[in-house]
């Protein structure tokens, strides 16, 4: 598992992928934050928080994390590594939780830059900081749960196809469909059934956090669709290699 993850970790800065999405995520967001007129904006806002940018950010990863993960499975298996791969002494599992792993670090290092966001609204303050710790903790959580479920659902998708578009876009579609999809079916529906089918969707969850709220359930429902996607990746790669 360590040698996948190394691997991963390596191919992403060796080819510079790591540097250029890290670059767009920084310069995307920070265009819409401080430049762009919008409901993102936080000088627009007139409020002290970076609300804009935890609005802002699952919707660049929908994006954003189909470009990290296209490649994991999909490129290996056009360039013919895939199957070297599948005759080392190493299970199904080590191989999915290590390029998981490798592609969640590259998750990780793209938000800490943005924590300077943080200082930089400090310094705009006047009075005593407004910000709340709390909001800010759980809502950071709630990111990177969120980037973890695209990523074990693009490391699903990558593992179907041979080709890196079609899993880019697949990726993509999930991603939109477990964010938003679920709310709008709720919309459609409407009544009672609102709250229920809108808990099924992942925006739902992380509005909650967003609250500052870490809840129970909120936590079981990303790790629970994180564990999901990678059993089904696992179990996908273990009907290959027999």
């Known amino acids: 598992m360590l040698a996948i993850f190394k691997h991963e970790i390596r191919h992403f800065f060796a080819h510079l992928t790591g540097y250029l999405i890290i670059g767009l995520f920084l310069l ?130 990558s593992a179907l196809s041979q080709n890196q578009v079609v899993a880019f876009l697949l990726t993509l579609v999930c991603g939109w469909l477990l964010y938003a999809g679920f709310d709008g079916i709720a919309s459609l529906l409407g009544g009672d059934t609102f709250s229920v089918i809108s808990s099924f969707g992942i925006k739902s969850h992380l509005d909650t956090m967003a609250l500052g709220v870490i809840g129970f359930k909120d936590v079981v429902y990303f790790t629970s669709l994180i564990g999901l996607f990678l059993y089904l990746t696992t179990y996908h790669i273990n009907t290959v290699r027999t």
């Open 28 to 157: 995307i967001s920070g265009l819409f934050l401080w430049v762009f007129k919008g409901p993102y904006n936080i000088l627009e806002n007139g409020f002290a928080d970076l609300g804009g940018f935890f609005l802002l950010t699952p919707l660049i990863f929908l994006f954003l994390i189909p470009a990290i993960t296209m490649r994991t499975f999909a490129e290996e298996k056009r360039s013919g590594t895939f199957e070297l791969i599948m005759i080392k002494p190493i299970t199904s599992w080590q191989v999915v939780l290590g390029k998981f792993l490798g592609c969640a670090s590259l998750l990780f290092l793209a938000l800490v830059p943005t924590l300077s966001y943080i200082g930089t609204l400090e310094s705009l303050v006047v009075e005593k900081s407004t910000l709340d710790s709390g909001v800010l903790l759980s809502s950071y959580l709630g990111l990177f749960l969120v980037g973890l479920t695209y990523i074990a659902v693009g490391l699903f998708i």
